[in-house]
């Protein structure tokens, strides 16, 4: 099933009520028609108070798409690399999900602020750490800077494993977002017990540090993944 950029701008011109129960409407018709959920761990969120820094490992385009269903009772807000507007599906997710930008490789330092501004306000936030799609279809190495956020907004974080999305949505050979389709999957979803970031010792150079918590940070989720998927976590 793939959306064509031409029906996305049909779309756009539509009163801004229209494209949101569109949007809507579609994502659910995707969750509903290709995605069978599963689900455990939810009662890690039972007694969830105040801002939570969802983490989560990142396989497809479709991986936001789930969480939003998944973690709807939560309504975290999502990181997103500015360069997803450009794609039709991401877009319209785009206008569902509740979406933080974040410009990708680059100390986008406005976009940090408002991560951390979010979460200091009381609002969760997910991300993927690995700041883009696995084409191992298993975890890469992530990139630092959920300690920053953890230390800067005193937030815990809960760590996700997902798997399954590599086949709901798989990345298309070619690199381009816009040729991919969507196929019937089973998509595992594991949610891990909150967590504190690790403390920086005061000796230890902060680069270090930061690669250190990343690690350990990611090491979380790793445990929530069938050892197949765990890459280079896989110690």
């Given at each position: 099933?793939?959306?064509?950029?031409?029906?996305?701008?049909?779309?756009?011109?539509?009163?801004?009520?229209?494209?949101?129960?569109?949007?809507?409407?579609?994502?659910?018709?995707?969750?509903?028609?290709?995605?069978?959920?599963?689900?455990?761990?939810?009662?890690?969120?039972?007694?969830?108070?105040?801002?939570?820094?969802?983490?989560?490992?990142?396989?497809?385009?479709?991986?936001?798409?789930?969480?939003?269903?998944?973690?709807?009772?939560?309504?975290?807000?999502?990181?997103?690399?500015?360069?997803?507007?450009?794609?039709?599906?991401?877009?319209?997710?785009?206008?569902?999900?509740?979406?933080?930008?974040?410009?990708?490789?680059?100390?986008?330092?406005?976009?940090?602020?408002?991560?951390?501004?979010?979460?200091?306000?009381?609002?969760?936030?997910?991300?993927?750490?690995?700041?883009?799609?696995?084409?191992?279809?298993?975890?890469?190495?992530?990139?630092?800077?959920?300690?920053?956020?953890?230390?800067?907004?005193?937030?815990?974080?809960?760590?996700?494993?997902?798997?399954?999305?590599?086949?709901?949505?798989?990345?298309?050979?070619?690199?381009?977002?816009?040729?991919?389709?969507?196929?019937?999957?089973?998509?595992?979803?594991?949610?891990?017990?909150?967590?504190?970031?690790?403390?920086?010792?005061?000796?230890?150079?902060r680069k270090v540090y930061e690669e250190r918590a990343t690690e350990e940070a990611m090491k979380k989720i790793a445990e929530l993944l069938p050892e197949e998927y765990r890459g280079v976590y896989n110690k």
């Open positions: 099933m793939i959306i064509s950029p031409r029906f996305v701008k049909i779309i756009e011109s539509c009163p801004q009520g229209v494209v949101r129960a569109f949007s809507t409407w579609f994502l659910n018709h995707l969750n509903n028609k290709y995605a069978k959920i599963h689900v455990t761990g939810e009662e890690n969120l039972a007694d969830k108070d105040g801002a939570v820094i969802f983490i989560c490992n990142h396989l497809s385009n479709s991986d936001a798409i789930v969480l939003w269903r998944v973690l709807k009772k939560w309504d975290p807000t999502f990181v997103a690399g500015v360069k997803l507007n450009e794609n039709p599906v991401t877009y319209l997710g785009m206008v569902v999900v509740k979406v933080t930008p974040l410009i990708p490789n680059s100390a986008d330092k406005s976009g940090m602020a408002k991560i951390v501004k979010l979460l200091k306000s009381g609002e969760s936030v997910l991300m993927f750490p690995e700041g883009t799609r696995s084409r191992q279809k298993t975890l890469i190495k992530a990139k630092p800077g959920i300690s920053l956020f953890a230390r800067m907004s005193k937030a815990k974080i809960v760590p996700i494993g997902m798997h399954g999305t590599e086949k709901l949505l798989p990345i298309s050979e070619d690199g381009e977002m816009g040729s991919e389709t969507f196929h019937h999957a089973d998509v595992y979803v594991n949610i891990g017990k909150p967590f504190e970031i690790a403390v920086k010792n005061e000796d230890e150079d």
